[in-house]
């Protein structure tokens, strides 16, 4: 049958599924008007003209892996790498809190230096002193025993990007040493114990297929993460994929709607790596069916070595900075940046 974009759109919104041949067309249309339009529809019935602010902490730029695609691999023997102390990530958070975030992301590389009982007493410290706050650990793979002390400790959501769903292009952007199967157990034992669980991937990532990127929508459809977060591939010059072509911005606006309309209830933020791809990239997100923005909270003498790929945006700014440039980007994109906890609204996917 011919693809017609309408009715594709329409099926999708009606039953959040549709062939992959559709899905195709869908992901690669150059006509997207009717795409985003139909998703800004379906965020607005969920979650209004609400943007949640998320602030980020990027606590550790070490890592032992060696993912081909990332700045802060192990291999990358020209950064030089820092890590904030418990009192660092506490002001970090005290900051945050006084200019309205209600979450707080702790991300880094994989660094067994903040070993669970570490890790545990920021998480513990944090939730403590900010009892009306969520924290949202994203620090990687990990044992089950070690998520669950880290979600009894009082850590409400976790982000682990699965990257691709597809075996044989996971072993294409990643070492021996790494594999699909333990992410897909992290991501399944964060959600049995418990946790909010965020998954995602690149789009446009070295080898990347558009039958990899229905793989990507499939596995989402079996994990029914909460919140789902993707970006386009950005080179990193200081690692085996410096010189890969970025990902299409476009393609990845395209995604975000039909993630938006398969899992209408999803907390989808619009990226950094939107934002440093194009200048409103961000914007373009929020319209196409983003609602999340995650504005950076790390010390600003630090940011520049956090950096997963060149020309990473917002290394300069202070934290106040951030929140007010975002804040006006949001509004000026048509919605309303708010400093609830932003929970997801789960009850939305039985509609
Ligand atoms: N160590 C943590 C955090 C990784 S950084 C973890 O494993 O989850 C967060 C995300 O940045 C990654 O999941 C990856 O999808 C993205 N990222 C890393 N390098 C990138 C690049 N070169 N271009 C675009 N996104 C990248």
Request: some cysteine; aromatic content about 10%.
């Amino acid at each position: 049958m011919e693809f017609n974009i309408n009715n594709a759109i329409s099926e999708l919104r009606g039953t959040h599924s549709l062939d992959d041949s559709s899905l195709k067309n869908l992901i690669t249309s150059e006509d997207t008007s009717p795409l985003h339009e139909a998703a800004d529809i379906e965020r607005k019935r969920v979650y209004g003209d609400a943007v949640y602010i998320r602030g980020l902490i990027e606590f550790t730029n070490h890592c032992k892996n060696n993912c081909f695609y990332c700045g802060i691999r192990a291999g990358n023997a020209s950064l030089s790498r820092y890590r904030l102390t418990h009192e660092e990530i506490m002001d970090c958070c005290r900051e945050g809190y006084a200019l309205g975030f209600r979450t707080f992301v702790l991300q880094g590389g994989e660094d067994g230096y903040y070993t669970d009982k570490a890790l545990c007493d920021i998480v513990y410290d944090i939730k403590s002193l900010y009892s009306d706050c969520a924290v949202t650990l994203s620090v990687g793979e990990r044992s089950r025993e070690s998520y669950k002390k880290l979600f009894d400790a009082g850590a409400d959501r976790y982000l682990l990007r699965h990257e691709t769903a597809d075996p044989k292009h996971y072993a294409k952007l990643h070492p021996n040493s790494m594999s699909l199967e333990n992410r897909k157990r992290c991501l399944w034992d964060l959600k049995e114990i418990g946790y909010q669980v965020g998954s995602g991937f690149m789009v446009g990532s070295p080898y990347q297929t558009l039958d990899n990127l229905i793989s990507d929508l499939r596995f989402l459809q079996e994990l029914l993460p909460d919140m789902i977060g993707i970006g386009p591939f950005l080179p990193h010059s200081d690692t085996p994929f410096g010189d890969f072509e970025k990902g299409s911005l476009k393609m990845c606006l395209n995604l975000i709607s039909i993630l938006r309309l398969m899992f209408p209830y999803a907390l989808i933020p619009a990226t950094t790596a939107l934002g440093t791809i194009h200048p409103s990239g961000r914007e373009m997100g929020l319209k196409a069916g983003a609602n999340v923005v995650m504005p950076n909270l790390s010390p600003v003498k630090f940011r520049t070595l956090y950096e997963l790929y060149d020309n990473k945006i917002c290394t300069g700014d202070e934290s106040a900075q951030c929140r007010s440039c975002l804040e006006m980007r949001v509004s000026s994109a048509g919605y309303k940046l708010v400093t609830d906890i932003g929970n997801v609204r789960r009850d939305e996917l039985e509609k």
